[in-house]
T-cell receptor, first 114, second 111 residues
Framework: NAGVMQNPRHLVRRRGQEARLRCSPMKGHSHVYWYRQLPEEGLKFMVYLQKENIIDESGMPKERFSAEFPKEGPSILRIQQVVRGDSAAYFC????????????FGNGTRLTVT | RKEVEQDPGPFNVPEGATVAFNCTYSNSASQSFFWYRQDCRKEPKLLMS???SGNEDGRFTAQLNRASQYISLLIRDSKLSDSATYLC????????????FGSGTRLSIRP
């Protein structure tokens, strides 16, 4: 049973470009969470999605960031017009039933904005 | 008050020592709690769940104190390989149920 798959592992973008981060949850998991981690800091909640629904996006910046989890295919975290401050590790996690079960994390995508 | 709060450390202890961390949470409705371990530049991995009755797994013991709203992690006979950052998790049970991580406690075990 494959774990949570994130790609790409590393992504380099110039300022102003778009970054698209993908996450395929574990088989049977319909709850997806995205977190951002800056160097030497903790995991910051960004968004919680279920299939075709955004449940909680209270941690997402109001502009430039969006997330989706379509009926078919991976969850996508999209950052438009990236800035240097967007450089971070972005982790995706999934669970089968939401908050009462532990999260399984992907390896993360390390975004570098030059 | 932060939703989930941990002492950032670092805790620097000798091999074989016993070390304990606490984590406080603000949402009294939270039901399920977990401890994760994160090694440098890696993804967090589940260490153990925290049950109301406490939970022990080998050298690791987790406890929940609902009255004071904190969870604890005790590591006995610490090994060099226990060096990592330990994250506590408390689901924030409002209408949306996001899952909040503490900022982590860094543990360094010295020979």
């Amino acid at each position: 049973n494959a774990g949570v798959m994130q790609n790409p592992r590393h992504l380099v973008r110039r300022r102003g470009q778009e970054a698209r981060l993908r996450c395929s949850p574990m088989k049977g998991h319909s709850h997806v969470y995205w977190y951002r981690q800056l160097p030497e800091e903790g995991l910051k909640f960004m968004v919680y999605l279920q299939k075709e629904n955004i449940i909680d996006e209270s941690g997402m910046p109001k502009e430039r960031f969006s997330a989706e989890f379509p009926k078919e295919g991976p969850s996508i975290l999209r950052i438009q017009q990236v800035v240097r401050g967007d450089s971070a590790a972005y982790f995706c996690a999934s669970s089968p039933t939401g908050s009462d079960s532990p999260l399984h994390f992907g390896n993360g995508t390390r975004l570098t904005v030059t | 008050r932060k939703e989930v709060e941990q002492d950032p450390g670092p805790f620097n202890v000798p091999e074989g020592a016993t070390v304990a961390f606490n984590c406080t949470y603000s949402n009294s409705a939270s039901q399920s709690f977990f401890w994760y371990r994160q090694d440098c530049r890696k993804e967090p991995k589940l260490l153990m769940s925290v049950y109301s009755s406490g939970n022990e797994d080998g050298r690791f013991t987790a406890q929940l104190n609902r009255a004071s709203q904190y969870i604890s992690l005790l590591i006995r006979d610490s090994k060099l390989s226990d060096s990592a950052t330990y994250l506590c998790v408390a689901p924030y049970l409002d209408s949306a149920s996001k899952i909040i991580f503490g900022s982590g406690t860094r543990l360094s075990i010295r020979p």
